[in-house]
C-alpha cells in the first residue's frame, strides 16, 4: 500500500508550498496523520517520510478519518483558498454504512473530491457502496494489493479529471490508507 502512495505521489513533480501538498491519515480502529499538508515541500523527502510509515491495523473507521480529515488535514487554516482538494481512500475494508455515507456527504460538501481504491481480495469492500461515496464515480478495485500500482494507480490518474500530473496547478491531495 505504501508503494502505491509513493507510485502516485511520483506522478506530481511539483510538491511545494505553492502547488501540489500531500497529507496521510492512516485509520484502523482509530486515525491518526502523521503527514500533514504542510509537512514536506520536496517530493525525496516526502517519499523517504512515506516509506517509513508503519501502517495501523485494526477495523477500518472511515468515518473517524473522514472526520480529522475535515477537523485538520483540510481545515481552512492550512489550505490555500484556491486548491483542489482531492482525497483518495485506499482500502480493503468497506462495508456499507449510513454512517459512512453521512461523514462523505460532508466533506464533499465542502467541495472535496473523494476517490477511492478498493482492494476486493478479502471480500470486505461493499463495491456498489464504494461507488456511492466517491465524486464523479471515481472508485477502482484491484483483486490483491499487488495490482495497486500497476492496475488502480495508471486508471486513476488516466480517468479522474481531478488528477492531472503534467498541469502545475494549486491543488492538494490527502490519501488514506487503512491495512
Same mark, same amino acid.
Given at each position: 500500500?505504501?508503494?502505491?502512495?509513493?507510485?502516485?505521489?511520483?506522478?506530481?513533480?511539483?510538491?511545494?508550498?505553492?502547488?501540489?501538498? &500531500?497529507?496521510?491519515?492512516?485509520?484502523?480502529?482509530?486515525?491518526?496523520?502523521?503527514?500533514?499538508?504542510?509537512?514536506?515541500?520536496? #517530493?525525496?523527502?516526502?517519499?523517504?517520510?512515506?516509506?517509513?510509515?508503519?501502517?495501523?491495523?485494526?477495523?477500518?473507521?472511515?468515518?473517524?478519518?473522514?472526520? /480529522?480529515?475535515?477537523?485538520?488535514?483540510?481545515? *481552512?487554516?492550512?489550505?490555500?483558498?484556491?486548491?483542489?482538494? #482531492?482525497?483518495?481512500? &485506499?482500502?480493503?475494508? /468497506?462495508? *456499507?454504512?449510513?454512517?459512512?455515507?453521512?461523514?462523505?456527504?460532508?466533506?464533499? *460538501?465542502?467541495?472535496?473530491?473523494?476517490?477511492?481504491?478498493?482492494?476486493?481480495?478479502?471480500?470486505?469492500?461493499?463495491?456498489?457502496?464504494?461507488?456511492?461515496? &466517491?465524486?464523479?464515480?471515481?472508485? !477502482?478495485?484491484?483483486?490483491?494489493?499487488?495490482?495497486?500500482?500497476?492496475?488502480?494507480?495508471?486508471?486513476?490518474?488516466?480517468?479522474?479529471?481531478?488528477?492531472?500530473?503534467?498541469?502545475?496547478? *494549486?491543488?492538494?491531495?490527502?490519501? !488514506?490508507?487503512?491495512?
Amino acid at each position: 500500500m505504501l508503494d502505491f502512495i509513493i507510485a502516485v505521489v511520483r506522478e506530481y513533480t511539483y510538491i511545494n508550498a505553492n502547488c501540489v501538498r &500531500v497529507a496521510i491519515i492512516r485509520y484502523g480502529n482509530s486515525a491518526d496523520a502523521p503527514i500533514q499538508l504542510t509537512s514536506y515541500s520536496d #517530493i525525496d523527502r516526502l517519499v523517504a517520510a512515506i516509506g517509513q510509515l508503519q501502517l495501523i491495523g485494526g477495523s477500518s473507521n472511515v468515518v473517524a478519518a473522514l472526520n /480529522l480529515l475535515q477537523s485538520r488535514v483540510f481545515a *481552512s487554516s492550512v489550505v490555500r483558498s484556491n486548491a483542489a482538494r #482531492i482525497a483518495v481512500i &485506499v482500502t480493503d475494508q /468497506l462495508p *456499507s454504512n449510513p454512517q459512512i455515507t453521512s461523514a462523505a456527504n460532508s466533506v464533499q *460538501s465542502q467541495g472535496i473530491t473523494i476517490v477511492a481504491v478498493g482492494i476486493t481480495g478479502p471480500r470486505r469492500v461493499d463495491i456498489e457502496f464504494m461507488f456511492t461515496i &466517491v465524486s464523479n464515480r471515481c472508485a !477502482f478495485r484491484v483483486n490483491d494489493y499487488s495490482q495497486l500500482i500497476y492496475d488502480a494507480k495508471d486508471r486513476m490518474v488516466e480517468q479522474c479529471t481531478c488528477f492531472n500530473p503534467t498541469t502545475p496547478s *494549486s491543488r492538494s491531495m490527502f490519501m !488514506f490508507c487503512n491495512k
